[in-house]
């Protein structure tokens, strides 16, 4: 969980300052809300994790998304074929900034042991990734361990990266159409 203490804050007898890109970080790392994108083992290696031994509600994720329209995590658990990549795209596309991706599992990661014609060798390929759990499936902790870089990565994320240029480049590498409002 995020403290108070954990930012770079001003402390005097009865109030508390910090900048509104370090608050701002620290309210939407607990309030993520994931959308699993789970097709084999790895996806029930993550069914675990929300159940009451690891509890993943305690990092302020225990609203699951299914609509992209609601979700800023994507957490995609298994191996994606080739013909589902472009339905992984649009799902990736649907989602609304700012948006983050965990690729839990070699196969998501890297194809894994599927070295074939119809296995995408990495989600990689398609969306752009920010964290990687490792595992032939991974453990629950290791999934955990995923969500709390990604916590990290969004508390420490300035407001605005994702309207810099480097981040649009990057998109348009990836074919992600980029709308932008011409009076920013």
């Known amino acids: 969980m995020g403290k108070i203490d954990e930012m770079e804050t001003i402390n005097g007898e009865g109030y508390q300052l910090t900048t509104l890109d370090k608050a701002i970080g620290l309210a939407r790392a607990n309030s993520v809300w994931p959308l699993p994108f789970a097709t084999s083992c790895c996806g029930i290696e993550f069914m675990a994790t929300m159940g009451s031994m690891y509890d993943m509600s305690r990092f302020g994720m225990e609203r699951m998304s299914f609509t992209p329209r609601q979700a ?50 990495g989600i990689d390929r398609i969306i752009p990734v920010d ?17 709390m870089n990604i916590h990290k990565l ?12 480097e981040y649009k480049h990057l998109l348009k590498d990836y074919k992600i159409d980029v709308t932008t409002d011409e009076n920013e």
């Open 154 to 165: 969004v508390k420490k994320e300035s407001m605005r990266r994702r309207y810099s240029d």
């Open 131 to 147: 964290v990687y759990v490792p595992g032939c499936p991974p453990r629950p902790e290791q999934i955990i361990d995923g969500v």
């Open 72 to 121: 800023d995590l994507l957490i995609v658990a298994g191996t994606i074929s080739k013909k589902l990549g472009p339905v992984l795209k649009q799902v990736y596309e649907q989602m609304a900034e700012p948006k983050w991706v965990l690729s839990v599992g070699a196969c998501a990661s890297s194809g894994g042991i599927f070295d074939t014609y119809s296995v995408l060798q």
